[in-house]
């Protein structure tokens, strides 16, 4: 069996660097180039010594710990036990799902056959297995482990960030009620320009049952003033509450929003809920979040002023 040291000591190298960046990322501390490559270096090394038979006793548990130990002091320094612990915490868990993953896609791609190839008869009279795991496959593997491993954790993350400005929204029109999630948009500045009324933004299909059924599916395919005046003649409830407002898209092309004028809207946000008049509803045609998250973009103006549960009323 030939092996070749140095090839071992270089995917070694990577591997460790690789885990280290993200333990790093993980804790959010930012790792000098040369920390994280004189760490790795030091785990290169004690895989290399498996193949000096001298420097077997260094093959425990207790010195395999300890090893980990320096990895993460000569990576991240010192700090506080807090902020050390933390750390260890991260970089035992990403190694254990790093190495999970290896062997979890392994056993995925085996047949029945290299299974029962894989029996070994121990002295005992029991069973083993055999864990045959070819280098370029191990590394292979792992780096897209934990690049999966990171696109979860950010998805995560953004997603809890997300959550934060999310909350909830009730909407009531001529004794109809509607309510969904929505999100607070700290850059939204529509207004209607002759009121400065502010204008939050809603998906239309959840008022698709009280607007005209000719409108359904319209809303984001024609101009919002054709649409009104097809209702010349039609007997439409929430005729009076219509409004046009105006605004400038993402490629700057002036159009028209069709809003309804509501009787009260509620914004719950963090425990607090704000209850507003002054408001005006403007219908979107499409899907406002694509993973359903929510279907309002809530005007900050609604988030400010007094609480509903405070009787001096609101805005």
Excluded at 102 to 112: A, D, P, R, T
Excluded at 152 to 168: C, H, N, P, Y
Excluded at 265 to 272: F, I, K, P, R, S
């Amino acid at each position: 069996m030939v092996v070749y040291i140095d090839l071992i000591f270089a995917a070694n190298l990577l591997i460790d660097a690789v885990l280290l960046g993200l333990t790093g990322w993980m804790v959010k501390i930012k790792i000098r180039w040369w920390r994280l490559w004189l760490s790795a270096l030091v785990g290169a090394l004690y895989v290399v010594m498996m193949f000096v038979p001298e420097l077997s006793f260094l093959y425990t548990f207790l010195i395999k710990f300890g090893l980990s130990l320096i990895m993460l002091l000569t990576a991240f320094g010192w700090r506080s036990l807090q902020s050390f612990m933390r750390n260890l915490g991260a970089f035992y868990i990403i190694n254990f799902a790093a190495a999970g993953g290896v062997i979890g896609v392994h056993y995925l791609l085996q047949s029945s056959g290299d299974i029962w190839n894989g029996i070994l008869y121990t002295a005992a009279g029991g069973y083993a297995y055999r864990l045959k795991i070819g280098f370029w496959f191990i590394l292979a593997v792992l780096l897209a482990v934990l690049g999966c491993y990171k696109a979860v954790l950010s998805s995560r993350a953004k997603r809890e960030k997300l959550e934060t400005f999310i909350g909830s929204v009730k909407v009531e029109i001529g004794g109809v009620s509607v309510c969904c999630p929505g999100l607070l948009d700290t850059g939204n500045r529509l207004y209607d320009p002759l009121t400065r009324t502010p204008v939050m933004v809603m998906e239309a299909s959840l008022w698709e049952d009280y607007l005209p059924p000719g409108w359904k599916g319209r809303i984001s395919q024609e101009g919002a003033e054709q649409l009104v005046l097809e209702l010349d003649g039609q007997s439409f409830a929430w005729r009076d509450r219509l409004r046009l407002v105006p605004y400038r898209g993402v490629n700057r092309s002036a159009s028209f929003m069709l809003a309804l004028k509501p009787d009260a809207v509620e914004v719950t946000l963090g425990g607090d809920t704000f209850s507003h008049r002054k408001v005006l509803i403007g219908l979107d045609g499409g899907t406002l979040s694509s993973e359903g998250a929510y279907q309002a973009i809530i005007h900050p103006d609604l988030a400010e002023g007094t609480s509903a549960e405070d009787p001096g009323g609101a805005a």
